[in-house]
């Protein structure tokens, strides 16, 4: 078992779930903020995961030479002529 010190602002929060009843004692609190605290760096590695494969498989593609040139100027006018339509047509 490890023991923690809790000061400051924490413990003002530690203090406060107690006395609202949501938490029985500072070691529920402790339980209940690292099990969230768990799950938030699980969906961050997920992400991060993820992200790393989309990068492989961007890669892939342009090494594969699925890619095309993308013509800036003519993907702002496209998006300029969409714009255009939409609002004169409300």
């Not at 809790?6 to 099990?35: F, H, M, Y």
């Not at 760096?41 to 040139?69: F, P």
Request: net charge negative; hydrophobic share 40%; aromatic share 2%.
């Amino acid at each position: 078992m490890k023991k923690v010190e809790i000061t400051g602002p924490a413990e003002e929060v530690v203090d406060r779930l107690i006395a609202s009843g949501r938490c029985e004692d500072a070691n529920q609190v402790v339980e209940i903020s690292l099990r969230l605290l768990g799950k938030e760096e699980m969906e961050r590695q997920a992400k991060l995961e993820a992200l790393r494969e989309g990068i492989q498989e961007g890669i892939a593609d342009v090494e594969a030479g699925h890619v095309a040139s993308m013509d800036m100027e003519a993907i702002k006018q496209e998006a300029r002529r969409r714009f255009e339509q939409q609002h004169h047509s409300a």
